[in-house]
């Protein structure tokens, strides 16, 4: 089965860095595109980045282009969400998720919500002013 538990959130001031960990089980992270998303308060969910498998490339949305950067870890099977210079509308509850067709490549328009599947539960974010 697969499973996706992100973690690693909490509270932190505004200028700041964070480091969530998305533990991925039930298959290989290298077979697959990994979606981080997120959902403020009252608001949609919002695609944050998408990385393909294999290298194969990673989006950022513009909101976090240059303050987050994704990685992952083959060995551990887990991809991580660095998040520097961290603003208050960054408070979110994060998740990482996989493209619902279990597809390694994440699409061009890639922040389709309705796209990913496998949510698993988020771990929240809040970043104080």
């Known amino acids: 089965e697969v499973q996706l538990q992100a973690f690693g959130g909490g509270l932190v001031q505004a200028g700041g860095s964070l480091r969530l960990s998305c533990a991925a089980s039930?298959?290989?992270?290298?077979?697959?595109?990994i979606g981080w998303f997120r959902q403020a308060p009252g608001k949609e969910r919002e695609g944050v980045s998408c990385s393909s498998a294999m290298d194969g490339g990673i989006y950022y949305a513009d909101s976090v282009k240059g303050r987050f950067t994704v990685s992952r870890d083959n060995a551990t099977n887990t991809v991580y969400l660095e998040m520097n210079n961290l603003k208050p509308e960054d408070t979110a509850v994060y998740y990482c998720?996989?493209?619902?067709?279990?597809?390694?490549?994440?699409?061009?328009?890639?922040?389709?919500?309705?796209?990913?599947?496998?949510w698993g539960q988020g771990t929240l974010v809040t970043v104080s002013s």
């Open positions: 039930g298959f290989t992270i290298d077979d697959y595109a």
């Open positions: 998720s996989t493209r619902a067709n279990r597809s390694p490549r994440c699409k061009t328009k890639w922040t389709l919500v309705a796209d990913f599947a496998n």
